[in-house]
């Protein structure tokens, strides 16, 4: 845990060197404001290790800020109130709705996975406890503290003021611009959480601040750039034509926010056009679900692409709640295993590491016909890493199976910037920032984009590693 200082200083503990678990901490004046309190995902017993750690004694927090709802930034928050957290916790109105249908999800999937791995290792004595339960997730939800995009929050006794701007990554996901002292002054510090794309299929692009001093900025592809979304239709077509000729199924394992309504949207529009076969489609996750709807209802809202909201009124359902069938019972799911394709199951979670999707995997990855395909970035260690590595034999829940499935990988999907849009992003700016922190990404992506800055004429990057402090000027 971080030792309180007379200085200001910014430590990181995790999404440094990865791209899961984002955890900063920012000191100042004795006053303590965690930026995110991400999962780590990865190998299980390193993530249960490293979720465990929290980076400063929960209790001693004034605050918490949280950038967006995704798991891998909110999904130690119910650990943290558990272990005494008394603080706030700060974000959008859109991120707390989102929030409080997936922190509930994440509980029920840790008690129902953690039940199913020990039933199955009952013989050899291995068990696993989940990290907390639907009574943490819920009084989590009580410190929830929703905050307009724009409007400024002072926080800590008025030490710190933070304000939350568009990031564009997904339904309210929003950029953190932070005022701290630093010796008789004040400094400006944005930290980007995930950093959305300039073209996008949903959200509007991010917006770019001034006179920024320290950034905390995201570099998950700080090395590659996406391939054009346009071509997404006709690659998504092939893939079905052959699943229809085969009888097969295609499993996209996809994140609940974002990446699914992303999918079905293509689908609508593929539908609409005639390119889209005749194939059933089954959204397999109450939690994928319950946002689906969350974002029919905020369809209209600032964080949508002004296309998008275009197709919406024309098309009247672009989530195809008329059409597709959206699976909320364990009975239901269940019944499509028994079920002979050709289909279409879109199921989380979106790097295989927990919920109904490894359900579905166990099931037919050992059949020729099955495709698996990932839309998603896939972290080291995650089952989804290993599929589209190419691993023969995978384990899931603890068992060996053959991957016989063929496993295709669609990088058009990203809601992440990519290289061409971080470099725009940092070049953007008013004025180059006194550092800039590059997280979440992977090693070789984050000295990959810290070169490129080098040579726009950019230096002063810093790549932190996992619990390093450093201290504001």
Same mark, same amino acid.
């Not at 998950?220 to 346009?230: I, L, Q, S």
């Not at 019944?335 to 979106?350: V, Y």
């Not at 970035?377 to 603890?398: E, H, P, S």
């Not at 070049?427 to 590059?438: C, D, E, M, V, Y």
């Given at each position: ?38 999962? #780590? ?74 039940? #199913? ?31 307009? #995009? ?315 590693? #996992? ?7």
């Amino acid at each position: 845990m971080a030792e309180t200082t007379g200085k200001t200083t910014i430590s990181f503990f995790g999404a440094a060197g990865e791209v899961t678990g984002s955890r900063h901490l920012l000191e100042a004046k004795g006053k303590k404001i965690l930026l995110d309190c991400g999962m #780590f995902q990865g190998h299980r017993q390193e993530s249960i290790e490293k979720n465990r750690s929290l980076p400063a004694r929960p209790a001693e927090l004034d605050a918490v800020l949280l950038s967006h709802a995704h798991i891998d930034h909110s999904g130690g928050l119910p650990l943290l109130v558990k272990k005494g957290l008394k603080a706030n916790i700060y974000c959008t109105g859109a991120t707390k709705e989102l929030a409080s249908i997936m922190l509930m999800d994440s509980a029920r999937l840790q008690v129902a996975d953690a039940k #199913f791995f020990n039933k199955v290792h009952l013989s050899s004595g291995m068990r696993i406890e989940p990290l907390y339960n639907e009574d943490d997730a819920r009084l989590t939800l009580t410190k929830f503290k929703a905050c307009d #995009f724009g409007a400024e929050a002072h926080l800590a006794g008025g030490t710190v003021s933070a304000k939350f701007l568009n990031a564009g990554h997904v339904l309210g996901s929003a950029m953190v611009q932070i005022s701290v002292p630093v010796g008789g002054e004040r400094r400006r510090l944005l930290y980007t959480g995930d950093l959305g794309r300039r073209a996008s299929i949903l959200m509007r692009s991010p917006e770019i601040p001034r006179d920024v001093d320290y950034l905390i900025m995201e570099t998950t592809y700080g090395d590659r750039n996406h391939e054009p979304v346009d071509d997404a239709e006709a690659r998504l077509e092939a893939i079905i034509k052959r699943a229809v000729a085969e009888k097969g199924k295609i499993i996209i394992p996809s994140f609940a926010l974002e990446r699914a309504q992303e999918i079905i949207l293509i689908l609508d529009k593929m539908r609409r056009s005639g390119a889209a076969l005749d194939i059933p489609v089954y959204v397999d996750s109450p939690m994928t679900v319950s946002i689906t709807e969350l974002f029919n209802k905020y369809k209209d809202s600032f964080s949508f692409d002004e296309r998008f909201k275009e197709y919406a009124k024309m098309d009247k359902d672009p989530f195809g709640f008329d059409y597709i069938n959206y699976v909320r019972t364990k009975e239901e799911s269940q019944a499509l295993n028994e079920t002979d394709g050709p289909m279409i199951i879109i199921s989380a979670s979106g790097m295989c590491e927990g919920g109904r999707v490894l359900h579905h995997l166990r099931n037919n990855i050992d059949k020729e016909n099955t495709t698996i395909l990932i839309v998603g970035y896939q972290a080291a260690g995650t089952l989804g890493r290993r599929l589209q590595d190419g691993a023969n034999k995978v384990k899931i829940f603890g068992l060996e199976h053959d991957v016989a499935a063929r496993v295709e990988t669609m990088h058009f999907f990203s809601s992440h910037a990519d290289k061409n849009d971080l470099i725009a992003f940092v070049k953007g700016l008013s004025r180059p920032p006194k550092k800039i922190f590059l997280v979440h990404g992977d090693t070789a992506d984050r000295a990959a984009f810290a070169q490129t800055l080098k040579a726009e004429g950019i230096n002063n990057t810093v790549l932190p590693d #996992f619990g390093q402090s450093f201290d504001l000027e």
